[in-house]
């Protein structure tokens, strides 16, 4: 168990529509990454977000957006789903100024 | 963007081999990490590496950061079914702080009996 939770678990929705994902990182952990993993990308990074701020971006598409609140929770919003948006979506915590990345269990979308 | 070539991408062999996996940059990297995932986990941390030449083993995993610091490899010896599974490397160009791990896309683990 990584001390990082993701919910929820399994999302599955149509096209058009917008979720949110939610991740709580590990105690004390100040950053939170966002990944989406598909079958052919890999694991791809979005976002990171650091106490409270957005501090570096990745390949994250402009109809998704995230944010972290004060108590360091993080939410993942996407919008206007597209079919090629299912995937695993993950959360990862870091602690201090490691490389390490903690994975939480991952959120499965699909876009029907 | 930061290219990480991860070979084989699958590997089948039969239990009690030994097997070794690895990753190369197009780039210097500072930091190399191994990690596993099982079907429907998250990815698990198994080996961080900070320093060029580093070996560092945990159980019957050995990972290694290459002397270039482009390259770093896992070895596993005498596998065991609970080895199957996908792993992957990953590896940062900055000394921790505000920067995403590049990923390999995985080596694909599966043990015959």
């Known amino acids: 168990d990584s001390g990082v939770t993701q919910t929820p678990k399994h999302l599955i929705t149509a096209t058009g529509q917008r979720v949110t994902l939610r991740c709580s990182p590990r105690s004390g952990d100040l950053s939170v990454y966002w990944y989406q993993q598909s079958l052919d990308q890999g694991l791809q990074f979005l976002i990171q977000?650091?106490?409270?701020?957005?501090?570096a971006k990745g390949n994250i598409l402009e109809r998704f957006s995230a944010q972290q609140f004060p108590d360091l929770h993080s939410e993942l919003n996407l919008s206007s789903l597209e079919l090629g948006d299912s995937a695993l979506y993950f959360c990862?915590?870091?602690?201090?100024?490691?490389?390490?990345?903690?994975f939480g269990e991952g959120s499965r979308l699909t876009v029907l | 963007g930061q290219q990480l070539n991860q070979s084989p991408q699958s590997m089948f062999i039969q239990e009690g081999e030994d097997v070794s996996m690895n990753c190369t940059s197009s780039s210097i990297f500072n930091t190399w990490l191994w990690y596993k995932q099982d079907p429907g986990e998250g990815p698990v941390l198994l080996i961080a590496?900070?320093?060029?030449?580093e070996l560092t083993s945990n159980g019957r995993l050995t990972a290694q950061f290459g002397i270039t610091r482009k390259d770093s490899f896992l070895n596993i010896s005498a596998s065991i079914p609970s080895d199957v599974g996908i792993y992957f490397c990953a590896g940062s160009s900055r000394g921790g702080g505000a920067d995403g791990l590049t990923f390999g896309k995985g080596t694909h683990l599966i043990i015959q009996p």
């Open positions: 977000y650091y106490n409270g701020e957005e501090r």
């Open positions: 590496l900070y320093k060029a030449g």
């Open positions: 990862a915590t870091r602690t201090g100024n490691t490389g390490e990345l903690f």
